[in-house]
């Protein structure tokens, strides 16, 4: 699939933003990632890959729904969440368009989609595979028909939403830190 011109200028948008903080990264998504890829919210987190744990050093939720960013759990076992652990092996973009597509999701996965009303999801990130450090992200109701572009466009963002995760990573000194990016991007 290829991007058409206004793809294009708005990927070029994306691009061109390096970001350093969670507020810039939460204004990066807003104002710079939402017009290449359309939805209602986002949600980010970096860190460290160790067996079948993902341990989360910064999570940013942008526009999420208050009960399910206060939900989002900063250490994921990877064998609890089918998504997850499907995605790390595969490393392809995951779209999960509508009930049909819940089958393939673990029972957790399956509920928090319905009580969230999480249809129209994409899920994709990028693993570090020298240092084990890596970005997951998901679009959550992405208001169009998903398709083939949606898997592009989350394939053209995985390493640019890593660079500035792991950005704003390297400039939170102290597990403190971590505790205020997540309790910031709340307020968003």
């Known amino acids: 699939?290829?991007?058409?011109?206004?793809?294009?200028?708005?990927w070029a948008r994306c691009r061109a933003r390096t970001?350093?903080?969670t507020d810039a990264f939460t204004d990066w998504i807003r104002r710079d990632v939402r017009p290449f890829f359309p939805h209602e919210f986002f949600v980010a987190a970096y860190?460290?890959?160790?067996?079948?744990?993902f341990d989360v050093k910064v999570l940013i939720p942008v526009g999420c729904p208050p009960p399910l960013a206060e939900a989002l759990e900063r250490r994921a076992l990877l064998h609890r969440y089918g998504m997850f652990s499907r995605w790390i092996v595969e490393r392809e973009p995951i779209l999960i368009h509508d009930r049909s597509t819940l089958n393939q999701l673990a029972p957790d996965e399956r509920d928090d989609i319905e009580t969230f009303n999480l249809l129209g999801l994409v899920v994709h990130g990028f693993v570090d595979r020298d240092s084990g450090l890596a970005s997951y992200f998901c679009f959550a109701r992405v208001p169009q028909p998903l398709y083939a572009l949606h898997e592009r466009k989350a394939w053209v963002m995985a390493a640019t939403v890593h660079t500035n995760l792991t950005s704003v990573a390297a400039r939170m000194t102290d597990p403190a830190a971590s505790t205020l990016a997540i309790a910031r991007s709340l307020r968003s």
């Open 1 to 10: 699939m290829v991007l058409n011109e206004s793809d294009m200028a708005a």
């Open 19 to 21: 970001v350093h903080t």
């Open 47 to 53: 860190g460290r890959i160790t067996g079948n744990t």
